[in-house]
């Protein structure tokens, strides 16, 4: 099957607070967005944030934990880049849950979750390559 | 910032049990592992399977629950590659949590967890458009 993940969607508990976020925060645009959903057009897939008693009734799924034993990361062009980035998710409703440092195997993180738990890492990996059009390379 | 999201890390508690469902199960190639993590290149992104302890440690965020607040996507081709899909994942190591069927919105999906309780929907979304590599874009 194709190496290809098409949505993340996220469950969340109040649209406008995770809305600031997102939009706010990451400076994110909606292609969609109603009362209970918004999708936003990422680098080859697409995140969803959708009310949480919806995605758990698609999912048949009632009463799914938040934070739960996951992370997604956005990396940065630079080491100083990090911190900023992540002040910016802070002051847009973000939780900080490690400060930025450098990890064991390289390069410099931390973690910031989003209104609802939902955890990122805020990244700069000098070994992973990202096109302009966001598309992240693996790489040693 | 760029509309990028790097890497999706999901927390696991077996590797074995975990690779067989990724490798055997979708039959995605881990682009790096050793024996706590794995790395398979998607589309634009990372997925990384990570042992549950050293994710917690790295977050700063002991006792992460699983199934969490979330759901991945895997896009098919057509409606009749729904069913064996799923059935090709629990084969694997997968567990059904909905049978495929046609949600409100169009299209047709049902739901997997993987071993550790990570639900992935396989779907398939005619509106949306999949290039060869993998590369998804929103429609209605």
């Known amino acids: 099957m194709q190496h290809q993940i098409s949505v993340i969607t996220l469950g969340i508990t109040d649209m406008p607070r995770s809305r600031r976020f997102y939009v706010e925060g990451f400076g994110w ?3 969609f967005e109603n009362e209970e959903i918004i999708f936003y057009q990422m680098n080859g897939l697409v995140l969803g944030t959708w009310m949480k008693p919806a995605l758990e009734a698609d999912m048949r ?6 934070p739960g034993a996951f992370a997604l990361a956005h990396n940065v062009p630079g080491q100083a880049d990090v911190a900023p980035v992540m002040e910016h998710l802070i002051a847009a409703g973000g939780r900080l849950l490690r400060a930025a440092d450098a990890p064991p195997h390289g390069g410099f993180r931390g973690y910031v979750a989003d209104p609802d738990g939902h955890a990122w890492e805020i990244a ?4 992973w390559s990202i096109s302009a059009d966001g598309h992240v390379t693996f790489a040693l």
Do not use: R
Not at 61 to 66: D, E, I, S, V
Not at 124 to 127: G, L, R, S, V
């Open 29 to 31: 645009q909606p292609v």
């Open 61 to 66: 799924q009632p009463g799914l934990n938040a």
């Open 124 to 127: 700069w990996n000098p070994a």
